[in-house]
């Protein structure tokens, strides 16, 4: 396979841009529906209508689906930094043929900062599971 023509680079990075950019929407939305899922299951723990078997069994649901949305954030998180080395390759190749234009993009702390909040999210969120099962059931 040949190397790829300075337009197709110019083209590769403009979709790999666009790819991080929209990832990073993702993470702050996944983030919002798993505060949103565990703040919900916890107001309406207190209805008469949710102690019923059936009920806990719906608010156990919405903390075992926040439990498994940190997950797929943590993963997303991890994918981010894939999408970040591939716009660092093809700047490189960029930058042999245009070198006054592409400079290297400084690494972000906002891919540090989604990944501490994925797994800072994915802890609060098990250990959350864990204490809302015990006060449901035990």
């Known amino acids: 396979m040949s190397d790829p023509s300075p337009q197709e680079c110019i083209e590769i990075h403009a ?14 939305q996944f983030a919002l ?18 102690q ?8 156990s649901a919405a903390f075992l689906l926040s439990v498994g949305l940190s997950i797929v954030l943590v993963r997303h998180a991890y994918e981010r930094r894939g999408h970040i080395r ?6 490189e190749e960029l930058r042999q043929t ?29 250990i959350s599971f864990v204490l809302f099962l015990w006060q449901l059931y035990g």
């Open 15 to 28: 979709a790999l841009a666009d790819e991080l950019r929209h990832s990073d929407g993702l993470v702050w």
């Open 33 to 50: 529906a798993i505060i949103a899922l565990e703040d919900g299951a916890v107001a309406l723990s207190g209805l008469s209508g949710f």
């Open 52 to 59: 019923s078997l059936s009920g806990k069994n719906a608010l």
């Open 86 to 91: 591939r716009l660092h390759a093809t700047e």
């Open 98 to 126: 245009y070198p006054r234009i592409f400079v290297r993009t400084p690494d972000s702390p906002q891919w540090r900062a989604s990944l501490g909040l994925a797994w800072v999210l994915l802890a609060e969120s098990c």
